[in-house]
């Protein structure tokens, strides 16, 4: 499965070769049943950033995406976790997975719309939204070590207004880097309406 690959770092990027059966070797094989899972909303789809800014989809490109399930419980069925361990938190190495499932679908049923993904050359950001003419990026962190090195390169790099973790952790404010830390479970008070008030 691509997704344990992807988690020991064996496979960079999806390789479309052999994926349902001899002939399908390319994402433009793909491309209209990829399509069709995202329009019935059966996956939702992120698509990659290298040079993130206004507009959020001007430096995408059409092959380069990540796909997520709609649902945390698909999720858990596809990598036959019981439901019973799932309630304990017991995720095992698919905890990161899980969070970062969790984040976007949550996002996407808040009617954020405009999010890509950022790959640098060695770091990742989960998620850059656009929020009028900002860009805020967004690392998740499924535990409670938390420290965020691909959140650093990108403020670093990009210098953003303010950003912010989805953690394990308790809610909690960087000021001097302006990162604003929310527990995984609080995406509904995200992005808050006055910052002043914190």
Known sequence: MQLSRVQDGTAKKYRFKDV???GYRSYKDLSDPIDWLVKTGLVL????NEHPAVPIYGNTMENSFKLFLFDIGILGAMVKIP????????YGTYKGYFAEN???QELCSYNFTDIVTWAGRTSEIEFVLQLDDKLVPVEVKAGTNTKAK??????NKYHPEMSFKF???KFGIDRQKEIYNYPLYMVSKFPPDNLSIY
Do not use: A, D, H, R
């Open 83 to 90: 439901p019973e361990i799932m309630m304990q938190y017991k």
């Open 150 to 155: 691909s959140l650093l390169v990108y403020i």
């Open 167 to 169: 953690t394990g952790n």
């Open 45 to 48: 789809k992120t698509n990659i």
């Open 20 to 22: 349902i059966s001899s």
């Open 102 to 104: 969790f984040i976007f």
